[in-house]
Nanobody
Framework: EAQLVESGGDLVQPGGSLRLSCSASRFRISAYYMSWYRQAPEKEREFVANIDPTGRRKNYGDSVKGRFTISRENNMNVVYLQMNNLKPEDTGVYYC???????RGQGTQVTVSS
């Protein structure tokens, strides 16, 4: 069974930056699109970004375009989400997923607050 573990979430002030990591095990990410989603309290799950197996094609949700960058290191079996200029509305639990495998991690909490 594919496993994903997110890390890097923290409490950060508005305008700050964080880098989230997603470490995969029991499968190789090199063959799969990988995605990040987030969910804030009392809100629906929101698409954040995805990246194709080569790392060349990336898609972003409208609310994070220009601020977040998704990347991957296939040889390390890790996916990253660099988040800059964070806003309070970015607060939520961030999940990494491999949609084709129906795999998702437990999430990491990001809180943006002064």
């Amino acid at each position: 069974e594919a496993q994903l573990v997110e890390s890097g979430g923290d409490l950060v002030q508005p305008g700050g930056s964080l880098r989230l990591s997603c470490s995969a095990s029991r499968f190789r990410i090199s063959a799969y699109y990988m995605s990040w989603y987030r969910q804030a309290p009392e809100k629906e799950r929101e698409f954040v970004a995805n990246i194709d197996p080569t790392g060349r094609r990336k898609n972003y949700g409208d609310s994070v375009k220009g601020r977040f960058t998704i990347s991957r290191e296939n040889n390390m079996n890790v996916v990253y989400l660099q988040m800059n200029n964070l806003k309070p509305e970015d607060t939520g639990v961030y999940y990494c997923s491999a949609p084709l495998l129906n795999a998702r991690g437990q999430g990491t909490q990001v809180t943006v607050s002064s």
